[in-house]
């Protein structure tokens, strides 16, 4: 089982899931099991809310999604705010 970006997912991972380009849920990875990439496991929320069932080709490791912000500078807050 992996992630959009091909990265291994495991039961315990912090991640976000996307649903037409939006932010759809954030949280841990639980009930996931091997083989399968699609509809497969749930995320508990960490912001509070319901359980969101997990489809792992929707979704990022939150570690990935920071990767990704760093690449582009957004990582930092604007001098001066």
Not at 21 to 33: H, M, N, S, T
Not at 40 to 52: E, H, K, Q, R, W
Not at 65 to 74: C, D, F, P, S
């Amino acid at each position: 089982m992996h992630y959009r970006n091909g990265r291994e997912a495991k039961n315990g991972d912090k991640i976000v899931m996307f649903n037409g380009g939006q932010i759809a849920a954030i949280g841990v990875l639980f009930d996931a099991v091997p083989g399968s990439d699609y509809c497969n496991g749930s995320i508990a929320p960490t912001l509070g809310g319901s359980v969101s069932y997990a489809c792992l080709c929707d979704c990022l490791h939150v570690e990935d999604l920071a990767a990704l912000l760093a690449e582009k500078g957004l990582d930092k807050r604007p001098e001066g705010m």
